[in-house]
């Protein structure tokens, strides 16, 4: 079980925007830069609830730098392990996930974050994929939007596969692309679907991810769905 601490956020707002101000002016730019594409569609308040596919380590610092607002994520407990590393990114936003097992605590901190009007970036297939097909979404996902009642904003990422693939030190010259889709809710799927509200959600929102990737130039194709009704 994760121990989640909670860090006062406002004193460190300034830190977490000049850090990706930094990333992306002094990382990105000069290996290709970001390119963002409909980035208006982002809530700049409100409980908020980032869904990307995950190719590279890459993914995290890409979707903070194109949001524009204060993201909070999920990070592997091991990267906390290192004191002064862990402090930084608990300030940045991140907080402590243990892979492979149901981490209660995590989750409700999640809801927690959302509850106080936080965007939270999620990952919805769970770990890193290929590149080439589009895994299910999992049922924390599903969980997350149900509980919460949270916006949930698809994003789709292209190319931070190249930019830094995996098992690479260092980044490659390629421009990545972050392409956003259109906010929706749980509730929206309620309305429509109804008992199949659950199963439906999960489908849905791995197709949207797949065409905001077509859309940024990247041929993917979706995995077929499982069931996605998260357990509670």
């Not at 995950?54 to 903070?64: I, K, L």
């Amino acid at each position: 079980m994760s121990q989640t601490t909670a860090v006062p956020r406002r004193n460190w707002d300034s830190v977490y925007f000049a850090v990706t101000f930094g990333i992306r002016n002094l990382i990105f730019r000069p290996f290709g830069g970001i390119r963002v594409m409909h980035g208006e569609q982002v809530p700049m308040e409100g409980a908020l609830i980032v869904a990307a596919n995950h190719t590279s380590f890459g993914d995290p610092p890409v979707v903070a730098c194109a949001t524009g607002r204060r993201l909070n994520f999920m990070a592997k407990a091991e990267l906390f392990k290192p004191p002064i590393f862990g402090s930084l990114i608990r300030r940045l936003g991140a907080f402590p996930v243990h892979r492979g097992e149901a981490d209660t605590e995590a989750i409700r901190h999640t809801l927690d974050l959302l509850a106080e009007g936080e965007a939270v970036l999620v990952f919805p297939e769970g770990g890193r994929g290929d590149g080439k097909t589009l895994q299910p979404a999992n049922k924390g996902v599903t969980l997350l939007a149900r509980k919460s009642g949270a916006q949930v904003i698809p994003v789709g990422l292209c190319d931070t596969d190249k930019w830094l693939p995996y098992g690479a030190k260092l980044p490659k010259r390629q421009r990545v692309t972050a392409s956003f889709g259109v906010p929706f809710s749980f509730a929206d799927f309620e309305t429509k679907y109804g008992r199949e509200a659950k199963d439906m959600f999960g489908k849905i929102l791995m197709e949207r991810i797949a065409e905001l990737m077509r859309e940024g130039g990247r041929e993917i194709v979706t995995a077929p769905a499982t069931s996605s009704t998260p357990e509670g």
